[in-house]
């Protein structure tokens, strides 16, 4: 490593650190006056409050990682202009691109370092934090599991078990139900394909029912719909959706291969959004570094334009990559373009910029 490289590593990392701060400071200062009041109104001590909120430091870290990578960038190739340093760079013989190397190195060691925080920080903070925002705080006891895309759920008298592709709806796939008397001895079992809520009850197409008679056997009947009332609505399934941020990279890895296996694409699409989010600084940073070099060579204009305008190029960035994935959870785009086109896109018109700021 030359001098040069370590020269604009400590200047990026000071600038890193500086940024990060700054933000993780605003982050849970309005969080802090959001949620306060609800520790004060369940009565919760102070000092649950301030172990939530320092707990919940990892994760404001990860998810602003990448705009700390384009600030970062930004303010130390600014500052660089500013102080006359990269006209000295370049009378020197350096070319652009040798310039902002150690950037695009010391960005992507950053982000090696948010992967890791993300397999062995992040989730158990995560869970902790979640158990004290919900359960201790708003008594919300999550009753159900997801295991490779199927849920069980411990209802009033039994036990579900079920696929419900779409949260939003009363309508589930696979669906089964158990339930048990006082001795724990199965009265009912019913089967499903498929399964619907509504006010009038539950609609039930395609399974089976098995009841227990007085005999201590059980009766079997077939049935292509079924109408019945069970005494469990979806309302009562609190299945936390916040569990996919619990886990961590590898797991979710495994989760994707387990699920592609069984023919279900959500695993797929939970890891590439997971990693393509934490990438996301690196293109747009690339795509950033020529911008601020023609605001400077044209307008004289670095650090005064070129920070507010990183941070709208973020967020018409972070607005498409969040469109692509609402596509991809709809299943009208696959998953991996709809989590890396945009990378790919930053990637290539930074790139072609950067190659006429070298040739001009």
């Known amino acids: 490593m030359t001098l040069l490289d370590r020269y604009i590593f400590r200047q990026f990392f000071q600038n890193l650190l500086l940024v990060l701060g700054s933000l993780v400071a605003i982050y849970l200062l309005v969080d802090f006056f ?32 990448p705009v700390c990578i384009l600030l970062a960038g930004i303010i130390t190739l600014g500052l660089l202009n500013r102080n006359h340093e990269l006209m000295s760079f370049n009378a020197g013989g350096l070319s652009v691109n040798r310039i902002i190397l150690p950037l695009l190195a010391a960005s992507f060691l950053f982000t090696l370092f948010t992967i890791a925080s993300a397999q062995w920080i992040l989730p158990p903070t995560v869970s902790k934090t979640n158990t004290i925002w919900h359960e201790e705080v708003h008594n919300r006891i999550a009753n159900g599991i997801v295991r490779d895309g199927q849920v069980f759920y411990k209802g009033e008298n039994g036990i579900y078990s079920f696929h419900r592709p779409d949260p939003t709806r009363h309508s589930f796939t696979e669906f089964a139900y158990t339930a048990f008397n006082e001795n724990y001895d199965v009265i009912l079992y019913l089967t499903a394909n498929s399964a619907t809520w509504s006010k009038k009850g539950w609609i039930f197409e395609n399974g089976q029912q098995k009841t227990l008679n007085g005999d201590g056997q059980y009766d079997l009947k077939l049935y292509s719909t079924l109408q019945l009332q069970l005494p469990d609505s979806p309302e009562n399934f609190f299945i936390p959706a916040y569990r996919v941020d619990e886990l961590s990279l590898f797991q979710l890895l495994q989760n994707a291969l387990t699920d592609y296996r069984n023919g279900d694409r959500q695993g797929l699409v939970d890891v590439n959004k997971r990693f393509s989010f934490i990438f996301l600084g690196i293109p747009l940073l690339i795509l950033s570094i020529p911008i601020i070099l023609f605001m400077h060579k044209k307008w004289n204009r670095d650090l005064a334009m070129a920070i507010p305008m990183s941070c709208s190029l ?35 018109v930074g790139g072609g910029m950067l190659w006429g700021v070298n040739r001009s």
Do not use: C
């Not at 949620?35 to 998810?63: C, H, M, N, W």
């Not at 596509?327 to 930053?346: G, K, R, V």
């Open 34 to 65: 959001e949620r306060i009041d609800d520790f004060t109104e369940k009565g919760k001590p102070l000092s649950l409050a301030v172990k939530y909120f320092i707990l919940k430091i990892p994760f404001i870290y990860d998810q602003m990682s």
């Open 314 to 348: 973020a967020f018409i960035a972070w607005a498409l990559w969040s469109a692509t994935q609402s596509l991809s959870q709809a299943a009208y785009m696959n998953p991996i373009a709809a989590s890396w086109t945009i990378h790919l896109l930053l990637t290539l």
